[in-house]
């Protein structure tokens, strides 16, 4: 008893100083020293101070624009120094859109307690490890309950694919709002599993365990909206007891009571806030994207999302950290993005391993073998609806995938255990069998560290880009060059480092990376973009011109490239050209404040003055501080 102990006690210290070792604050958090000023902590504070909108004022500018949420627009205020990238707005109050559940269960008691905040990657390691605790837990009750004979050392394997092969490494990589909702949820999906077992092996106390299976999923729901489908496994011990023809009103009252309570407080706060119970805030979301008419749930996205979560594998590469992101397929109508998303069966093999489940219930008692039964239903069941919901989203990342993930290993866990106790006393199958689910349990924990150190290079990568906005140049430079260290084939890293030393006057540099940049992408028409406006600097118009052209080659809807373009045609006198390719701007992208701009300037050298006023009142409408356009209007006598 002894030797197990130290063996399972090993393993989570390990697992456990990984994660500590591995987080890091996202580029959100990055950005703001102060932990009290991180997402969940401006939550509290508006908590704290009576009100359900942060404790953070939103600029009056925002206000004053005619669409709060055109992306164009709120660009300023989403980067520094308002940083309100990913906040809802609604009439005129800022509002946290993720899961409320943890700043209740842990930023506020936190900082009540020690009068100190968390930041954001501490709340991610404390909900990590606490959900891998949880799986542990249960792995050694599932092991001494119903797989005696398996040896400790299996064990030992199975909690480190619960450590390190459930997707959790890639949360830490990048710690921010979002994964401090999820690794929440994941937590509390766990401690929900594992009293549901108890719920299941205990009868005397099953009201007990299942009120406090109840209480954790209505938590783990207002952490993550999305996991509310999976709330049917609170009935499988009400459907145990129906089963066994014992009374199941008590147990009904137990599994739908605390749930519901939660579920109604939820409503009332989403009310208080939007007026709506069933709107969290994703609506009036301050993106990169415009939400408020979006369809975020749709049939439409079902077998792309799928295919993208379970099908596509990663690209291989020679370079560290060796694992690229999946060839993306064609995004359905209305999707919005994959964030290096994978296919977990191609990806994570070791959840095959869940095929094998039936074994553990071969040659038990009836009774045993039904109890396992039902556990095991309960687990499908939370994995197929959090997949299913996934898979009806309009967005497809990584970091979802950590929903679904660890219930489908923790049926892969018990393939393993079924697999290990079926074959006691076959020696030689079972030395086969064990070197086939160790090289799947070591390629699906290799693949989630190697993709784990991606995260880091997004990190820096997302960190240069708000720093490039800002105008901090040599900060941008320092945090793309940190991206390509850790991940030398990052092809839009190496655009953005192109970009940003471009402006700062290393023409040649940037031109380096932007070949860089298409040797690994060579289908970017940005790239080619960049490219002509670095050999127009160096004054080399036809060169600059074949690079827009063959920009406009490959994506010829590219806004940036015709109005590129018509400058060169401009500067070279050839209005009618430069107007044609204006125009042709406009018509992709119609509010592209500088296409309308230099247009007028081409109508107004043509004497097309009328047209060119319209141009430029368009122009100073989209932006009102755009200060040539108020000196062109004022020049020719006309106000905005």
Same mark, same amino acid.
Request: some cysteine.
């Given at each position: 008893?002894?030797?197990?102990?130290?063996?399972?006690?090993?393993?989570?210290?390990?697992?456990?100083?990984?994660?500590?070792?591995?987080?890091?604050?996202?580029?959100?958090?990055?950005?703001?020293?102060?932990?009290?000023?991180?997402?969940?902590?401006?939550?509290?504070?508006?908590?704290?101070?009576?009100?359900?909108?942060?404790?953070?004022?939103?600029?009056?500018?925002?206000?004053?624009?005619?669409?709060?949420?055109?992306?164009?627009?709120?660009?300023?205020?989403?980067?520094?120094?308002?940083?309100?990238?990913?906040?809802?707005?609604?009439?005129?109050?800022?509002?946290?859109?993720?899961?409320?559940?943890?700043?209740?269960?842990?930023?506020?008691?936190?900082?009540?307690?020690?009068?100190?905040?968390?930041?954001?990657?501490?709340?991610?390691?404390?909900?990590?490890?606490?959900?891998?605790?949880?799986?542990?837990?249960?792995?050694?009750?599932?092991?001494?309950?119903?797989?005696?004979?398996?040896?400790?050392?299996?064990?030992?394997?199975?909690?480190?694919?619960?450590?390190?092969?459930?997707?959790?490494?890639?949360?830490?990589?990048?710690?921010?709002?979002?994964?401090?909702?999820?690794?929440?949820?994941?937590?509390?999906?766990?401690?929900?599993?594992?009293?549901?077992?108890?719920?299941?092996?205990?009868?005397?106390?099953?009201?007990?365990?299942?009120?406090?299976?109840?209480?954790?999923?209505?938590?783990?729901?207002?952490?993550?909206?999305?996991?509310?489908?999976?709330?049917?496994?609170?009935?499988?011990?009400?459907?145990?007891?129906?089963?066994?023809?014992?009374?199941?009103?008590?147990?009904?009252?137990?599994?739908?009571?605390?749930?519901?309570?939660?579920?109604?407080?939820?409503?009332?706060?989403?009310?208080?806030?939007?007026?709506?119970?069933?709107?969290?805030?994703?609506?009036?979301?301050?993106?990169?994207?415009?939400?408020?008419?979006?369809?975020?749930?749709?049939?439409?996205?079902?077998?792309?999302?799928?295919?993208?979560?379970?099908?596509?594998?990663?690209?291989?590469?020679?370079?560290?950290?060796?694992?690229?992101?999946?060839?993306?397929?064609?995004?359905?109508?209305?999707?919005?993005?994959?964030?290096?998303?994978?296919?977990?069966?191609?990806?994570?093999?070791?959840?095959?391993?869940?095929?094998?489940?039936?074994?553990?219930?071969?040659?038990?008692?009836?009774?045993?073998?039904?109890?396992?039964?039902?556990?095991?239903?309960?687990?499908?069941?939370?994995?197929?609806?959090?997949?299913?919901?996934?898979?009806?989203?309009?967005?497809?990342?990584?970091?979802?995938?950590?929903?679904?993930?660890?219930?489908?290993?923790?049926?892969?866990?018990?393939?393993?255990?079924?697999?290990?106790?079926?074959?006691?006393?076959?020696?030689?199958?079972?030395?086969?069998?064990?070197?086939?689910?160790?090289?799947?349990?070591?390629?699906?924990?290799?693949?989630?560290?190697?993709?784990?150190?991606?995260?880091?290079?997004?990190?820096?990568?997302?960190?240069?880009?708000?720093?490039?906005?800002?105008?901090?140049?040599?900060?941008?430079?320092?945090?793309?060059?940190?991206?390509?260290?850790?991940?030398?084939?990052?092809?839009?890293?190496?655009?953005?480092?192109?970009?940003?030393?471009?402006?700062?006057?290393?023409?040649?540099?940037?031109?380096?990376?932007?070949?860089?940049?298409?040797?690994?992408?060579?289908?970017?028409?940005?790239?080619?973009?960049?490219?002509?406006?670095?050999?127009?600097?160096?004054?080399?118009?036809?060169?600059?011109?074949? =690079?827009?052209?063959? @920009? +406009? $080659? %490959?994506? /010829?809807?590219?806004?940036? !490239? &015709?109005? *590129? #373009?018509?400058?060169?045609?401009?500067?070279?006198?050839?209005?009618?050209?430069?107007?044609? =390719?204006?125009?042709? @701007? +406009? $018509? %992709?992208? /119609?509010?592209?404040?500088? !296409? &309308?701009? *230099? #247009?007028?300037?081409?109508?107004?050298?043509?004497?097309?003055?009328?047209?060119?006023?319209?141009?430029?009142?368009? @122009? +100073?409408?989209?932006? /009102?501080?755009?200060?040539?356009?108020?000196?062109? #209007?004022?020049?020719?006598?006309?106000?905005?």
């Amino acid at each position: 008893m002894k030797n197990e102990w130290r063996v399972l006690i090993g393993v989570c210290a390990l697992v456990i100083g990984v994660y500590t070792y591995m987080a890091q604050s996202g580029a959100l958090e990055l950005q703001s020293p102060d932990a009290a000023d991180t997402y969940y902590n401006l939550l509290v504070r508006g908590f704290r101070a009576g009100q359900l909108s942060l404790k953070k004022e939103a600029p009056t500018g925002l206000a004053q624009l005619a669409d709060p949420y055109d992306p164009t627009a709120n660009a300023p205020y989403r980067t520094a120094p308002y940083r309100l990238h990913d906040l809802s707005y609604y009439k005129g109050r800022l509002y946290l859109y993720f899961g409320v559940t943890p700043a209740l269960i842990l930023f506020w008691p936190f900082v009540a307690i020690t009068g100190q905040y968390l930041f954001h990657r501490q709340a991610v390691v404390i909900f990590s490890a606490m959900g891998f605790l949880a799986s542990v837990g249960l792995l050694r009750a599932l092991w001494r309950r119903h797989f005696p004979e398996v040896s400790v050392w299996v064990v030992a394997a199975c909690a480190l694919a619960f450590g390190l092969a459930t997707g959790v490494p890639m949360l830490l990589g990048r710690c921010e709002a979002y994964e401090v909702a999820i690794s929440c949820g994941y937590m509390l999906t766990m401690l929900t599993l594992w009293a549901i077992w108890r719920a299941l092996h205990e009868p005397e106390r099953q009201c007990r365990w299942l009120s406090a299976a109840s209480l954790a999923y209505g938590l783990a729901v207002g952490a993550r909206p999305s996991l509310l489908f999976g709330a049917a496994i609170l009935l499988v011990p009400v459907a145990q007891a129906w089963h066994e023809r014992r009374r199941v009103w008590t147990l009904l009252i137990a599994a739908i009571g605390p749930i519901t309570l939660i579920g109604v407080g939820l409503m009332l706060y989403n009310y208080l806030r939007f007026g709506n119970a069933l709107e969290f805030g994703q609506h009036y979301e301050l993106a990169m994207g415009r939400q408020v008419a979006r369809q975020l749930f749709s049939l439409r996205y079902l077998w792309f999302n799928l295919r993208v979560y379970f099908l596509e594998p990663v690209c291989w590469s020679s370079h560290f950290p060796f694992v690229q992101d999946i060839v993306v397929p064609p995004l359905p109508a209305g999707h919005c993005a994959v964030d290096d998303a994978f296919g977990v069966m191609t990806n994570t093999p070791l959840i095959w391993a869940a095929l094998a489940v039936p074994l553990a219930w071969r040659n038990r008692s009836e009774q045993a073998a039904l109890i396992l039964r039902w556990f095991v239903a309960a687990t499908a069941l939370l994995f197929g609806a959090c997949a299913l919901t996934l898979g009806l989203f309009w967005a497809s990342t990584s970091r979802y995938e950590v929903e679904f993930l660890p219930a489908l290993l923790l049926l892969a866990v018990v393939g393993i255990l079924g697999m290990e106790r079926a074959l006691v006393g076959q020696s030689v199958r079972r030395r086969v069998a064990r070197w086939a689910w160790g090289v799947l349990l070591g390629f699906s924990v290799a693949f989630n560290l190697f993709a784990s150190v991606g995260h880091y290079a997004q990190t820096h990568y997302n960190l240069g880009i708000v720093l490039a906005n800002a105008g901090k140049t040599t900060g941008a430079i320092e945090q793309f060059e940190l991206a390509l260290r850790i991940k030398p084939d990052y092809a839009e890293a190496h655009n953005n480092l192109g970009y940003t030393l471009l402006q700062a006057g290393r023409v040649q540099e940037a031109i380096g990376h932007w070949k860089q940049s298409l040797r690994i992408k060579p289908d970017d028409a940005e790239v080619y973009n960049n490219l002509g406006s670095a050999f127009l600097r160096m004054g080399k118009v036809a060169e600059a011109i074949e =690079q827009y052209e063959q @920009a +406009l $080659r %490959i994506n /010829p809807d590219s806004a940036e !490239a &015709h109005s *590129n #373009l018509g400058a060169i045609y401009q500067r070279m006198g050839k209005l009618p050209e430069a107007i044609a =390719q204006y125009e042709q @701007a +406009l $018509r %992709i992208k /119609p509010d592209y404040v500088e !296409a &309308h701009f *230099n #247009l007028g300037l081409a109508l107004e050298k043509l004497g097309r003055t009328p047209e060119a006023i319209g141009h430029y009142q368009q @122009a +100073l409408k989209l932006r /009102p501080d755009f200060t040539p356009v108020r000196n062109a #209007l004022a020049r020719l006598g006309a106000g905005p």
